[in-house]
């Protein structure tokens, strides 16, 4: 049996996770589960897959999650158990998910990485833990999933690989102009057209944030350039990536959008999953298309390029403004458009350093959080 730890296990890559879990169930135990502060959904996940441990980040929502449960063991923090598994899906959304990337890979542990957040966030911190024995990051990012199962065709990458193309579906915005998108609402972002997520990610989708953090999450993962790293938009969201080899060939990944495909991956690594996610019906599939983003429109991409070439804290400073600005878009306190705003007036301000620690990272983290939050302060919102 392979033990599991699902951080994050009510949001949508948890609640996949357990669908896939659940999908063979002589393969997978799960030792632990956690949370935010969904008390409902946590318990009932609880009661169906009997874990050692939960874990609930709020506190009132804690004590009820204890009240409920009998013979689990209720806690503030999943990161100490995840030495417990021999896999953690990291399923926890924006930098909260730090501690569990960092205690799966010290503990020598294999980390499937949805939480794109916390690699992009403190690469410099987290790239040496993955020497530890025993340690390997596997990403569950459909993107970095493809291009980690295109990879596995090539003998030595570092000579290879000639570039990385990550596909972009364009989110529910591609086509139109920075006029036209001056005044769309929350519900518009939130309308994905082909991938059904959380709400910080769809609108980050929508702001083509997303892409660019899975450029910088690209570099981090696979060490590839970032003159090497392409983004093209394909709408249908059934290429999921693909690899440019030295000999001219390219290399992609398809399946219908489906996050299970990704997640089965990851969990079954380095075998494959006996369950079929995402099967492709080819005569019914109809044509595919590709196109380049716009990048004057969607300004998010190239900013996001930018913070990775700077290196250091740049990232963590671009992925911390940028979860305010979308907290605050969300609240409806801002507009769509003032997200690249805020993430540029942060990042422009910001004084890039090496980050050498954990804490070096938090305290990146805590002060972007600050400027964002003076920007929007300072126009009232
Ligand atoms: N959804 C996708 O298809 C998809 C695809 C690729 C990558 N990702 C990445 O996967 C991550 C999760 O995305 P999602 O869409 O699944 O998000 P989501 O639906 O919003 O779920 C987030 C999860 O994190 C938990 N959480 C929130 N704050 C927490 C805290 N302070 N401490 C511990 N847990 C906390 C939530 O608990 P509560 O329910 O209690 O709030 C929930 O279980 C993100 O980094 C995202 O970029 C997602």
């Known amino acids: 049996m392979i033990r599991v730890v699902v951080a994050g296990s009510t949001g949508s890559i948890g609640r996949q996770t357990l669908e896939v879990i659940a999908a063979e169930p002589d393969r997978y135990e799960v030792v632990a589960l956690s949370a935010g502060a969904s008390v409902e959904a946590i318990v009932a996940q609880a009661r169906a897959v009997r874990p050692r441990v939960v874990a609930v980040a709020d506190v009132e929502a804690r004590r009820e999650v204890a009240a409920a449960l009998d013979g689990v063991e209720v806690v503030d923090d999943v990161a100490p158990v995840c030495a417990e598994a021999d896999v953690v899906v990291n399923g926890v959304v924006g930098f909260a998910g ?91 972002a939130l309308a994905h057209p082909t991938w059904s997520m ?95 983003p716009d990048r004057a429109t969607f300004r998010c991409l190239d900013l996001a390029y930018a913070a990775g070439r700077a290196g250091g804290t740049a990232p963590a400073v671009l992925s911390a403004a940028n979860e305010v600005a979308v907290e605050a878009f969300l609240a409806g306190r801002i507009a769509w458009s003032a997200i690249p705003e805020v993430a540029t007036s942060v990042l422009d301000e910001h004084a890039v350093h090496p980050p050498t620690s954990v804490e070096d990272v938090i305290e990146a983290d805590r002060s972007a959080r600050e400027a964002a939050s003076s920007w929007l302060a300072s126009r009232g919102c």
Not at 214 to 234: K, M, Q, S, T
Request: hydrophobic fraction near 45%; include cysteine; charge should be negative.
């Open 198 to 292: 959380g709400p910080k990610i769809t609108v980050d989708s929508s702001t083509l944030m997303n892409k660019g953090l899975e450029v910088i999450e690209a570099h981090e993962l696979f060490g590839v350039d970032y003159d090497d790293i392409e983004v093209v938009v394909h709408p249908q969201s059934v290429v999921h990536s693909m690899v440019e080899f030295s000999d001219g060939s390219t290399i992609a990944q398809l399946s219908m959008p489906d996050m299970r495909l990704p997640i089965a991956y990851a969990l079954a690594w380095p075998e494959r999953s006996s369950v079929p996610f995402g099967r492709i019906d080819w005569a019914s599939l109809g044509s595919l298309e590709f196109d380049a």
């Open 98 to 188: 730090l501690a569990v990337t960092v205690a799966t890979l010290a503990a020598g542990r294999r980390l499937a990485l949805a939480n794109k957040e916390s690699l992009i966030a403190a690469g410099p911190v987290v790239q040496p833990l993955r020497a530890t024995p025993g340690a390997e990051l596997i990403p569950m990012d459909s993107e970095h999933s493809a291009l980690h199962q295109c990879l596995r065709s090539s003998v030595d990458a570092s000579r290879e690989v000639s570039r990385l193309v990550l596909t972009a579906s364009g989110g529910p915005f591609r086509g139109r102009s920075g006029e036209e998108l001056a005044s769309v609402t929350v519900e518009e």
